[in-house]
T-cell receptor, first 113, second 115 residues
């Protein structure tokens, strides 16, 4: 069965520092991978997605993610975090012919001044 | 385009009551789905639909019913509410066709409390 693991429940980063959020997936076929962000009380916004091709994917708000098939990982990165990036981040894999998304449990990012 | 809309935004129910959460999209998307979000558990799929008249169960379907009579609407019915159904519910839709267009659009959510 498909699964997504986000090993960090909370991460605190200083404003201006770099960020890496970890995501590991389990899926037998070629995965479709996504990162979503959720601000408090809001819905989910797509940051970026990977289907095929270049393994380094650029997204909105200065985020990028790298797909590493050998490590079954799709880690999210940002070189310099802003206070407005404080939110919860979800990694997801498309499954069942992409009729559904399987989500990780999320990582809450806190940004310290 | 309004995208994916959900009503109501908030709802409080007593145990045993029934209600319908509404979801509509104006993007002519074939695929629609309902998720629930609980702390520490991410989002879990309740039911999904691949087109009008076609629905299927997700991971956590018990206690919920769906139907899809039109492309635009995908209501979620709680038959007899239980405290375990206290959650935030998200509706999502996506188009079909090229895989590169496979992006799910999410509604703003409905926060449901069952007492």
């Amino acid at each position: 069965a498909q699964s997504v693991t986000q090993p960090d429940i909370h991460i605190t980063v200083s404003e201006g520092a770099s960020l890496e959020l970890r995501c590991n997936y389990s899926y037998g076929a070629t995965p479709y991978l996504f990162w979503y962000v959720q601000s408090p009380g809001q819905g989910l916004q797509l940051l970026l997605k990977y289907f095929s091709g270049d393994t380094l994917v650029q997204g909105i708000k200065g985020f990028e993610a790298e797909f590493k098939r050998s490590q079954s990982s799709f880690n999210l990165r940002k070189p310099s975090v802003h206070w407005s990036d404080a939110a919860e981040y979800f990694c997801a894999v498309g499954a069942l012919g992409f009729q559904k998304l399987v989500f990780g449990t999320g990582t809450r990012l806190l940004v310290s001044p | 385009n309004a995208g994916v809309t959900q009503t109501p935004k908030f709802q409080v129910l007593k145990t045993g009551q029934s209600m319908t959460l509404q979801c509509a999209q104006d993007m002519n998307h074939e695929y629609m789905s309902w998720y629930r979000q609980d702390p520490g558990m991410g989002l879990r799929l309740i039911h999904y639909s691949v087109g009008a008249g076609i629905t299927d169960q997700g991971e956590v379907p018990n206690g919920y019913n769906v139907s899809r009579s039109t492309t635009e609407d995908f209501p979620l019915r709680l038959l007899s509410a239980a405290p375990s159904q206290t959650s935030v519910y998200f509706c999502a839709s996506r188009g079909s066709g090229r895989v590169s267009s496979y992006e799910q659009y999410f509604g703003p959510g409905t926060r449901l409390t069952v007492t």
